[in-house]
């Protein structure tokens, strides 16, 4: 109870004008719009993760990518009526295309863990996946954010 009403009291005083600049630059902050690309948009987790991402007010753009199956995924998240344009790319020869002009990129890439297989052996296959995702990241958005979802 005391800590809501430190809060309350807090919401209740009058802003300094450090805080109302601070509290505008917020808002200037939410009215842009960013371009998400997903890499691995296809897998059991991208398709989740897509739609989230999409669902967003705060994104205008988002490119799916995956080795195979992503334009299913992209037609089904053409139908959720937000301004998120989304586009789709598949295999390695459209990588590059699809970090073009890219704020974020998640990176939900990478195989499961087989039965018989160990964790080293798991790292070592996500491990060279996700080098090559990151690399053309890096190439063709330097300035982007990159995000990372994968095992082990």
């Known amino acids: 109870h005391e800590t809501n009403a430190v809060l309350w009291s807090s919401a209740r005083r009058p802003r300094s004008a450090e805080n109302r600049q601070t509290v ?12 998400v690309a997903i890499l691995g948009a296809a897998g059991g987790i991208g398709q989740p993760v897509s739609l989230l ?8 753009g988002l490119h799916l990518y995956d080795i195979a199956n992503v334009k299913g995924v992209a037609a089904d998240l053409s139908h959720c009526n937000t301004p998120a344009q989304v586009l789709d790319f598949t295999g390695p020869a ?12 998640v990176i939900p890439a990478g ?5 018989g297989m160990t964790r080293d052996d798991l790292f070592n ?5 996700v080098r090559t995702l990151v690399e053309a990241a890096a190439d063709n958005s330097p300035n ?7 095992n082990p």
């Open 24 to 35: 505008q630059k917020a808002g200037q902050i939410r009215a842009s719009t960013f371009k």
């Open 53 to 60: 991402i999409k669902m967003s007010p705060l994104i205008s």
């Open 94 to 105: 459209e990588l590059a295309n699809c970090l073009k002009g890219v704020d974020v990129v």
């Open 111 to 115: 195989v499961p863990r087989k039965p």
């Open 125 to 129: 296959i996500n491990a060279g996946i």
């Open 144 to 150: 982007a954010f990159i995000q990372i979802i994968s």
